[in-house]
């Protein structure tokens, strides 16, 4: 009977580290949150580029962009949502800043602890929304997807003759792509009344605005 109870819990041990290292390696949950550094004393985070500084004091809401290991093991750079029609990698969401330590060069955010070497843009909240431009990427992404999907649907599946019938299905493929980006943009507007908007993205890194140490 103790046996079979040490085999449980080793195989309950098992299961639960083998969760841990999947979904924090494909960037569902961060085990290094910000939870341990709760005892730590808050700093203002200073940024300076010339003669330019900005205090991002402790509470604060921002976007962080950073660069995360992927799943496979890639480093994939962050992205602001709707901040362009084509994302470029994982979307990243508003965070409270905690502090930043910079003996450990880490900041320390509500969510998460990240390193300032993966570190590559922070920025401030507006307090409007991403309205019109989710509804912007919305009818682009729309009539695209619809202009594609109607062409290949009607060259492939219909066989429709493109060397007799190509303005016809150009004509088609419009109006359908249409539809799907009018339905797209009310998505959009009502997904980007949700989203947060920024003032202005501040880079860090040689040139741009750098981390001043206290």
């Not at 880490?106 to 929304?129: M, N, P, Q």
């Not at 007799?164 to 998505?187: K, M, Q, R, Y």
Request: some cysteine.
């Amino acid at each position: 009977m103790p046996m079979q109870r040490t085999r449980t819990h080793l195989l309950a041990w098992f299961i639960f580290s083998i969760s841990s290292f999947i979904l924090n390696e494909s960037n569902l949950v961060h085990l290094n949150n910000s939870f341990l550094y709760s005892q730590e004393l808050q700093s203002t985070l200073i940024l300076k580029k010339g003669n330019n500084w900005i205090e991002i004091k402790p509470g604060e809401k921002v976007y962080i962009r950073s660069y995360r290991k992927t799943f496979w093991g890639k480093r994939k750079l962050t992205d602001i949502p709707e901040r362009s029609i084509i994302r470029s990698g994982p979307i990243t969401s508003p965070t409270t800043i905690i502090t930043i330590d910079h003996q450990q060069k880490v900041l320390i955010t509500e969510t998460d602890a990240i390193a300032l070497s993966d570190l590559y843009s922070i920025s401030l909240l507006s307090g409007g929304k991403m309205t019109y431009k989710a509804a912007r990427n919305g009818v682009v992404n729309g009539f695209c997807s619809g202009f594609a999907a109607s062409f290949l649907f009607f060259i492939l599946l219909l066989d429709v003759d493109i060397g007799n019938e190509f303005p016809e299905l150009i004509l088609l493929s419009s109006i359908l792509g249409g539809v799907s980006a009018a339905f797209s943009g009310v998505l959009g507007l009502v997904y980007g009344s949700f989203i947060p908007d920024i003032l202005e993205e501040f880079i860090i890194g040689p040139g741009e605005w750098i981390i001043v140490e206290e």
